[in-house]
């Protein structure tokens, strides 16, 4: 089983910055990608950003410019460097990571973390 423990959320003002980290623990044999997600009150759970083992990002459009995410893999910890943070960026941020647990395909993965709640005060 694969956890996932994520920290870095809480209160900021309207413009300011907030960092995000997840780390995977459990028995991992390749991780294929990290992200992060995010879901505000009565909103359905949207993409953040994620970046795959071949280093590649993908950013939701609302964040983009804004918000860099970027992985140590010796550490199986992924960060998300959140930037000119505004009020709509409020939710609780939710940490995936997918990938094998040995070198069997049915050994495949997929662990989201509890969340964390980012408020932006304007």
């Known amino acids: 089983q694969v956890r996932l423990v994520e920290s870095g959320g809480g209160l900021v003002q309207t413009g300011g910055s907030l960092r995000l980290s997840c780390a995977a623990s459990g028995t991992i044999y390749s991780i294929v990608s990290m992200g992060w997600y995010r879901q505000a009150p009565g909103k359905q759970r949207e993409l953040v950003a994620t970046t795959t083992s071949g280093a590649s990002t993908n950013y939701g459009d609302s964040v983009k410019g804004r918000f860099t995410i970027f992985r140590e893999s010796a550490l199986n910890t992924v960060y998300l460097q959140m930037n000119s943070l505004m009020p709509a960026d409020t939710a609780v941020y939710f940490c995936?990571?997918?990938?094998?647990?040995?070198?069997?395909?049915?050994?495949?993965?997929?662990?989201w973390g509890q969340g964390t709640q980012v408020t932006v005060s304007s």
């Open positions: 995936n990571v997918r990938g094998y647990e040995a070198l069997l395909p049915s050994s495949s993965f997929d662990s």
